[in-house]
């Protein structure tokens, strides 16, 4: 007994000593994730890995790295440093960055191979370089001037881009620069995803390379109908009066053609997009013999999405396939078109959970490529020659991410083969060949560690071990990390929530601890994962709080049946998923019930308004940032896809909104906005602000001179989570 004493002495006395995180430590460098990479891409001649990596002294500043295959030696290829010193980025640039959530970082963000492997493009801040993978230290610049949206061409003979609001093309063997639209300025844009496609449809391009060369097709649009926003943007040393074409919910779209340009003669034909103009183009692709451009038409109301084929000569067209839904229809990247015109594969929802169709050139269905009580999340590969379809999905694992082997027969529908290992999170890129993938693996206790695997999942080498050590950025911490505990419980429905749970440090069941609440909640979100990095998280727990997530009703990665609840009133089953979660932590002996707050961000800010308002009985405190207030204030394709219009919707809209609901507003709040967030506007805040003087509500409120809605850069960050850190601990005053 004289001996367990001691040892556990000992073992109390190391935790005691074990370094913990800080919030400086948190927004400095290196990362504590370790060297992790980002944009990987196995090159066409699969010959070589190529990634994006932060520098040890800037894990912000990308610079472009390889893994040669052959001799098994990573290096730095291009150093983004040296192609431009320092970056002056045009307002478009950062309201793009700002959008594609990439606004903190700079140097090189994308890049691209041509097809033969040889050559890579890289654009970095405006300007738009060739770089030669056997000399690219002698990286050459083809063209300047806030080059948006780069491409080599399928074929390798152009480089396209997007200028001023044009499309440009210059061909590879002359040198010589050629522009392809000419009626690009003031609301007329060529070539480009609108603010809308851009922000909710995960469209990050305006035009399409047919496989051959021949021709560009291209989205064309004119946003003046849409109503112009007039805002502040407040920085520290100035205010800019913008007029931001922002649809809120109801309000007109752009109106948007689709056009076919030949790079060659220049010559210019329309694309028919029906007599419906209230429409979204959501996608457009090419067949693969490049006789048929396949565009998709999604109504304004978002309950029907049309794959049509347009024959490339003359222009006829046939409609493939009709999904339709009583909500909404979801948008997807996984049209993939055989070769020899053999068919293509088409992802739907219309069983309930999101499968893998293949088809005819004629839209005959086929067969299923997969089915059953589970859902692929991406395609990421077809291989034709050995008849094999990977998939990313959460089949074995709700709160997991696993690669697995379809057959394109259809003949394994409902049996996958997993290619990954190890639960958690794996996150896959495939060779054009099929022949290997590279995978990104981490679970709550392991760093992202990168591989390079063949097709049955079997290792190649090691990309990034990345071992959680003593010589790696988070090893002195090591001691104080907190294990992340998951669990399920049942909504009033009967579906299945799932949750995380990190107790607190030197966790003694007999005590009672405050609950940092972390909510989200928003449809396409999961936030309950078995995957590395929640830095803040752990932070918190060690600081004493008992740290929880909840994915309520409506949130991704889930079948329609838990999406499709939330639709026509947003608010009312999220509040009520995490009220259970609040409930079922109010009857653990080591919860305290009184010291319960919650902290959410944009659609969990709006979360934290409404937990606030209708449960300050149960909430002790609540941190709004940058929170969604009026439904009526935010865009037309998100809003409407849950909520429909104002005009068909007026009750749901009111019931949803955070006004309907304000006096239940008790418990103390932190209100935080950036001031020039083109996102979620300012104008939520300060409706908010008004709404609450007028009742006579004391709160707290900090505002960001400059910040967007991410609110992003080291030293805002640092201080906003410092703010959050020190309202719980006001508030909820741990011991």
């Given amino acids: 007994m004289r001996f367990i004493l001691c040892f556990l002495a000992l073992l109390a006395g190391s935790q005691a000593s074990a370094e913990q995180l800080t919030l400086d430590r ?15 891409k196995v090159s066409p001649d699969g010959a070589r890995v190529t990634f994006l990596r932060g520098r040890d002294d800037n894990q912000f500043q990308l610079d472009l790295w390889e893994y040669n295959l052959k001799d098994k030696s990573t290096h730095r290829l291009v150093d983004s440093k040296i192609l431009v010193a320092e970056e002056n980025l045009s307002d478009a640039e950062k309201a793009r960055r ?138 520290a040393d100035r205010t800019d009066v913008i007029e931001q074409r922002y649809p809120a919910a109801g309000d007109p779209n752009v109106l948007v053609e689709l056009k076919i340009v030949s790079p060659v003669s220049g010559e210019i034909r329309d694309v028919d997009l029906g007599a419906n103009k209230d429409i979204y183009l959501v996608r457009a692709d090419w067949a693969a013999n490049s006789k048929a451009v396949l565009f998709q038409r999604q109504s304004r109301d978002q309950k029907t999405l049309e794959l049509v084929s347009v024959d490339a000569a003359t222009l006829a067209q046939k409609v493939l396939i009709t999904e339709t839904s009583k909500t909404w229809v979801s948008i997807f990247d996984d049209l993939r078109f055989l070769s020899n015109n053999k068919g293509f594969i088409w992802s739907s929802e219309r069983t309930g959970r999101k499968h893998l169709y293949l088809y005819d050139m004629n839209g005959k269905l086929l067969h299923a490529i997969s089915k059953g009580e589970w859902g692929v999340e991406q395609l990421l590969a077809v291989d034709e020659k050995s008849g094999r379809v990977f998939v990313e999905s959460n089949r074995d694992a709700v709160i997991d991410n696993q690669t697995y082997a379809l057959k394109l027969d259809g003949s394994t529908a409902d049996k996958p083969v997993r290619l990954t290992q190890g639960d958690g999170w794996h996150n896959t890129s495939f060779a054009r060949n099929g022949e290997v993938f590279v995978d990104t693996y981490s679970n709550p206790d392991t760093p992202p560690q990168v591989s390079i695997r063949r097709p049955d999942g ?68 999961q936030r309950v994962q078995r995957t590395w990095g929640n830095f803040f998280d752990q932070y918190m727990a060690q600081q004493g709080f008992i740290v929880w997530r909840l994915d309520n009703r409506g949130s991704g990665r889930r079948e329609r049946a838990f999406t499709d609840a939330i639709y026509h009133q947003l608010g009312r089953v999220e509040v009520e998923d995490q009220l259970t979660g609040v409930e079922w932590l109010g009857k653990q002996s080591y919860v305290d019930p009184k010291r319960v707050g919650v902290f959410g961000w944009s659609y969990g800010g709006f979360m934290t308004l409404r937990l606030l308002a209708e449960a300050s009985d149960k909430i002790a405190m609540g941190v709004s940032v940058a929170p969604v207030t009026d439904w009526t204030l935010y865009d037309t394709h998100y809003t409407e896809q849950f909520m429909g219009t104002p005009k068909e919707n007026p009750a749901g809209y009111e019931y949803s909104g955070v006004y309907s609901h304000l006096d239940g507003l008790k418990s103390p709040l932190l209100l935080i906005h950036g001031m020039a967030d083109d996102n979620v506007l300012f104008t939520n805040t300060t409706r908010m602000i008004d709404a609450l003087v007028k009742r006579n509500v004391q709160f707290e409120l900090m505002t ?32």
């Fill in 26 to 40: 948190l927004h400095s460098d290196p990362s504590l994730t370790g060297p992790g990479v980002r944009s990987l």
């Fill in 98 to 235: 700002e959008r594609e959530r990439t606004a903190s970082f700079k140097g090189i963000l994308s890049y691209s191979w041509s097809p033969d492997g040889k050559r890579l493009l890289v654009p970095i801040a405006g300007n738009l370089y060739l770089v030669d993978v056997s000399k690219p230290d002698q990286a050459r610049m083809v063209a300047s001037g806030n080059v948006l949206d780069p491409k080599i061409s399928p074929q390798g003979r152009y480089v396209s881009f997007v200028r001023d609001q044009n499309l440009f093309v210059i061909d590879l063997s002359t040198g010589k620069e050629k522009q392809l639209t000419t009626d690009g300025k003031g609301t007329i844009h060529n070539g480009e995803a609108e603010f809308i496609a851009q922000e909710e449809m995960s469209q990050t391009t305006g035009y399409y390379w047919a496989p051959d060369d021949s021709a560009i097709a291209y989205k064309r649009y004119d946003e003046s109908p849409v109503p112009i926003a007039r805002r502040f943007e407040i920085y």
């Fill in 458 to 525: 079997s290792m190649v080498e090691w990309l990034e071990r990345n071992e959680l050590n003593a010589n790696h950025p988070y090893g002195k911490y090591l001691d104080s990390h907190l294990k992340t505990e998951y669990g399920t419980l049942k909504a009033k429905d009967g579906q299945t929530l799932y949750y995380s749970m990190i107790k607190p440090a030197n966790f003694n069941p007999a005590k009672k601890y405050p609950v940092f609440l972390f909510t989200y909640g928003g449809p396409h979100s």
């Fill in 704 to 735: 960001y001179p400059g910040g967007k809605h991410g609110i992003s850069g080291r030293p805002s960050q640092r201080h906003v989570y410092g703010k959050i850190e020190a309202f719980f601990k006001k508030n909820l005053k741990p011991e």
